[in-house]
C-alpha cells in the first residue's frame, strides 16, 4: 500500500474535517481528529474511558458514535474526584458532564462513577473494542489499569494511553508504553502530550492497519502525525481562542463594571470632595470661632484666677467664721439648757398661774352669781319703791293714823326708847285690822329711800334707825 493510498485513507475519511460539540480544558484537545477518525474507522460495539475527567476525549468518542449511528455503548468511568497528577476537583465537575451526558448521548452513554478496580466487575470478558486509560499516570498504576481490564477486551481491540510523552511530575506511562511497544502493533503521537495507539490482534480494518504499519523513522510518519496535529492544533487554537476571548469578554465585562464602580466611586469622591471643601470652609470658620473663644476663655481663666484668690480670701473668712460659729454653737448650746432650765421653770408656775386662775374664775363664777342675786333684790327694790311712789298720796291721809299709831306703839314696846329713834316709814300696817306693822325689807341692812336701817330683835320687835 503506497502513502498515496494510506493518505486517502486518513484524509479521506469525513470525520476527520468535523469539529467538536464539546471541548474543555484539556490536553487531550489535540487528539480529538483522531478520536472522530478511529471510531469512524474501528466501528466498535463497545467504549470505555478509564479517566474521564470534564469529558473532553470522552464526547469526542461519543459524538462520533451518534453522528455515525454506529450501534454501540459507551461508557465513562471515574471518581471525579482527581488525583495527584490530574489534580483534585470539586462535585461540580461531575454535574457539568452529567447534564451534557443526559442532554445529548443518553441513549447509548453511561457514566459510571466509581474506582477503575470497582468499574471492571461491571463488564464481561472479551466485550470491550475501544478502551482508553487516562487515569493516574504513575508505572504501577497504569500497568495495574492495562492488566487488569486486559480480559475484558475482545481479541482485535484497540487501546489507547495518553500522556505517554509527559516525563515530569512522577508521570511514568511512557516508561511502560515502551515495554508494551515490544509486544504489540502499536502506533503514537508525540504532540497534546502524547497518545499511544495500541492493536490488541489482527485489525480488520485496512486505515488502522495502514496506519499501524507507517515505519517511524520514515517521513511519512512525520506527514501522519503532523496532518492529524494540524488539524487538532485548530482545535486546540480555536478553543484557546475561545478562552481567551471568554476571558477578554470577562475581563471587560469587570472592566466595565470596575469602570462603571470608578464613576460611581468618582461622583462620590466629587460629593466627598465638596462635602470635604465645605467642611474645610467651615472648619476655617470653627477655627476662627475657637481663636476668639481661646481668647474669651484666657480672659475667663484670668478672671478665675482672680475669682480664686477671692475665694481663698473668702474661704479663710468662713474658717474664721465657722470658728467663731463653732465657739457661738457651744455657747449657744449652754444657753439651750439655761433656757430649757428657764422653760422647765415657767411651765411649773404657768401650771400654778393656770390653777390660781381657775380658782380665780370660780371666784368670779361665785361673784357673778352673787351680782345677779343682788340685781334680783335691786329689781324687787324698785318695785317698792314705785309702790312707795304709787301710794305716796294714799299714805299722807293716813299720816295722822301713823303718829297716832306710832305713839301707841312706843309706849306700848318700849317706854324708854330714845326720841332720835323712830320707826321705819315703810312699816305697813293693817288699816283694816289695825294689826303688829310689818317690816318691808329682805336684808339685814339695807337702803331704803336714802335711809340706812339697823335692825335688831328685842322681845319679838324689829326696830330700825338712822340715816
Known sequence: ??????????SGKESFFWTPDYVDTSAWIEHIPFAFWIIENLMPKMVVELGVHNGTSYFSFCQAVKRLNIDALCFGVDTWKGDEHS??????????????????????????????DEAKDYFIDGSIDLLHIDGMHTYESVRHDFETWLPKLTPNAIVLFHDINVRDRNFAVFRFWEELKQKYRHFQFDFGHGLGILAMGEVASEEISALLNTNKAGEY???LRNL?????SAFKNKFDASMLLKHEREKF???????????????????????????YNQLGENNKELLANNDRLLESNKDL????????????????????????SQSADSDKIKYQASVTELSEKLTVA????????????????????????????????????????????????????????????????????????????????GGPATILTNSRNGKINNKRYQFKSGQGNVISTGQ
Open 221 to 223: 510518519y512525520i506527514f
Open 253 to 279: 465585562g469587570m472592566q466595565a463594571k470596575t469602570l462603571s464602580q470608578v464613576t460611581e466611586n468618582q461622583v462620590v469622591l466629587q460629593s466627598n470632595y465638596n462635602q470635604l471643601l465645605e467642611n
Open 305 to 328: 484666677a482672680e475669682k480664686n484668690t477671692q475665694m481663698q480670701e473668702t474661704c479663710g473668712e468662713l474658717a474664721e467664721s465657722n470658728k467663731k460659729l463653732q465657739e457661738t
Open 228 to 232: 492529524f496535529s494540524d488539524r487538532g
Open 354 to 433: 393656770n390653777s390660781s386662775l381657775n380658782k380665780m374664775i370660780k371666784e368670779l363664777s361665785d361673784q357673778k352669781s352673787t351680782i345677779e342675786e343682788l340685781n334680783t333684790l335691786i329689781q324687787k327694790q324698785d318695785q317698792v319703791l314705785r309702790w312707795y311712789k304709787d301710794t305716796y298720796e294714799n299714805r299722807s291721809i293716813i299720816g295722822v293714823l301713823k303718829e297716832k299709831f306710832r305713839s301707841r306703839l312706843k309706849k306700848k314696846l318700849n317706854p324708854d326708847i330714845p326720841k332720835d329713834m323712830y320707826i321705819s316709814n315703810n312699816i305697813a300696817a293693817d288699816d283694816s285690822a
Open 1 to 10: 500500500m503506497n502513502e498515496k493510498t494510506v493518505t486517502n485513507y486518513l
Open 87 to 116: 489534580g483534585f476537583y470539586e462535585e461540580e465537575v461531575f454535574g457539568k458532564v452529567m447534564d451534557h451526558n443526559g442532554q445529548k448521548y443518553s441513549r447509548f452513554s453511561t457514566l459510571i462513577k466509581s474506582t477503575f
